[in-house]
């Protein structure tokens, strides 16, 4: 379980997310929904470590990783997945799924059941990263995340720029995964969140405004603030 509590991130001398709570179980998909510049990549970024952030509570289990680089962070158990997914278009897809490895050192191979998972990357092995298509691609970013077993998946927006079909199946690989870990993906594509999320949180000029389990929560709200 991520729990997060009174996080704040942002860029110099501001904030972009302010005193955010949030939640990720195990056995869940935990969405962060909001539309462009709402802060959700920012979330995601204080999470990590990567930019200027704060927090009372930044926990995974029992792990604090508050005061912790982001090389440990990963380490602690955070699989992520940044938006553009940054994958390695000069190397093969076996060794883009190598890096991922070197986030834990208890990890000497990718595990099989990735390429059970995504039978693409097996096909396509020592096809360069940049050969493959969007959708191929962000198949071999999620894949690299979770060579190292994590105990969150994190996503950042992972159906942009992919089409419906490859959605669909990212969207299955993702419902599948849930049992052996949380799951915390930031979306702005409803239809999606509403399809695979257990429970929502939506970002607003980066405050949580609304949250709720995905049967319950004020879809009517949600729209409005995506201008849907
Ligand atoms: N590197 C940066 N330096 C300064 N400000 C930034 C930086 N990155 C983002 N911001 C600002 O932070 C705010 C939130 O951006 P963020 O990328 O977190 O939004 P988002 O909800 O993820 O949107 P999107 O869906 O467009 O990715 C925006 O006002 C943006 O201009």
Redesign the pocket.
């Known amino acids: 379980m991520l729990t997060i509590e009174d996080l704040s991130a ?3 001398e ?1 904030t ?2 302010n005193n955010l709570n949030l939640i990720a179980n195990q056995g869940q998909v935990t969405c962060l929904i ?12 204080g999470i990590m470590g990567l ?1 200027k952030s704060s927090a009372d509570t930044l926990r995974l289990d029992e792990t604090d990783l508050s005061k912790m680089p982001t090389y440990r962070r990963a380490q602690s158990g955070i699989g992520y997945v940044p ?1 553009g997914r940054e994958i390695f278009p000069n190397m093969t897809v076996r060794d883009n799924l190598r890096i991922g490895l070197e986030a834990n050192e208890n990890s000497q191979q990718v595990p099989d059941y990735l390429f059970t998972l995504f039978p693409i990357l097996k096909q396509f092995l020592d096809r360069k990263g940049g050969d493959l298509s969007g959708g191929q691609q962000q198949q071999l970013a999620i894949a690299r995340a979770l060579v190292t077993d994590p105990k969150v998946l994190i996503l ?2 992972p159906t ?1 720029g992919i089409q419906p079909s490859v959605i669909q199946e990212i969207g299955e690989v993702i419902t599948e995964l849930k049992s052996k870990m949380a799951i915390l993906i ?1 979306e ?1 594509y409803l239809e999606f969140v509403m399809q695979i999320s257990d429970y929502c949180y939506l ?1 607003e000029n ?1 405050n949580i405004t609304l949250e709720g389990l995905r049967n319950e929560i004020d879809l009517e709200q949600v729209k409005h603030t995506l201008a849907l």
């Not at 909001?34 to 920012?42: H, I, Y």
């Open positions: 942002g860029y110099g501001g972009v997310v909001g539309r462009n510049g709402a802060g959700k990549t920012t979330t995601l970024r930019i938006q950042d927006e942009e930031v702005q970002l980066g």
